[in-house]
């Protein structure tokens, strides 16, 4: 994710066929618009991660898990507020996240699923330090992307319960009422 001059960018530093090892989730940051990279300081229990998204330059947002790969782990939300330099865990809703979306530092988004599989989509007013749940539609098996243009509307993607077709959830009034379109 880059905004100005600063990048950010999430990864596991696994070669081709594994990892033979735990390697703790990794972000590297820019602030030269990707001509170097540096690894970023994150907290030491944090396991893969998956998805980042920058509301501004300074302040952005990373989801994954806690613990090793393979283990019961629990999600992770992470923020910085330093251009990606140093990251801190913030409280992180009980679901297995997919999707984040941040567009102010304030508001940001968070979709995934429930340990039982169920489709679930949060928002935060507050950078992650708290979380509320979002009411998915009728008909919505899950939810894997999002994406938010302004603080009150958001483009998600998933996929319906009769058969596997996409479906595309979009809201303009902050994730209160989501509207379904099939692709």
Do not use: E
Request: net charge positive.
């Amino acid at each position: 994710a880059c905004s100005a001059a600063t990048c950010v960018a999430t990864g596991f530093p696994c070669g081709v066929g594994g990892c033979g090892g735990f390697i703790a989730g990794l972000i590297l940051y820019s602030g030269d618009r990707a001509a170097t990279w540096s690894v970023a300081t994150v907290p030491s229990n944090v396991g893969n991660l998956s998805h980042v998204t920058c509301a501004n330059s300074a302040d952005c947002m990373a989801i994954g898990t806690t613990g090793p790969p393979g283990t019961s782990s629990s999600a992770a939300v992470l923020i910085s507020t330093s251009y990606g330099a140093k990251w801190i865990a913030m409280s992180a809703p009980s679901a297995s996240l997919s999707g984040v979306a941040c567009v102010a530092y304030s508001q940001c988004y968070v979709d995934g699923a429930t340990r039982a599989g169920a489709p679930v989509m949060f928002r935060s007013a507050n950078f992650g330090a708290t979380w509320s749940r979002l009411r998915v539609p009728a008909g919505v098996a899950s939810v894997g992307s999002i994406d938010c243009s302004t603080m009150t509307d958001c483009l998600a993607f998933g996929v319906a319960k009769v058969g596997a077709n996409p479906l595309s959830l979009m809201t303009v009034n902050s994730g209160h009422i989501w509207r379904v379109g099939h692709l």
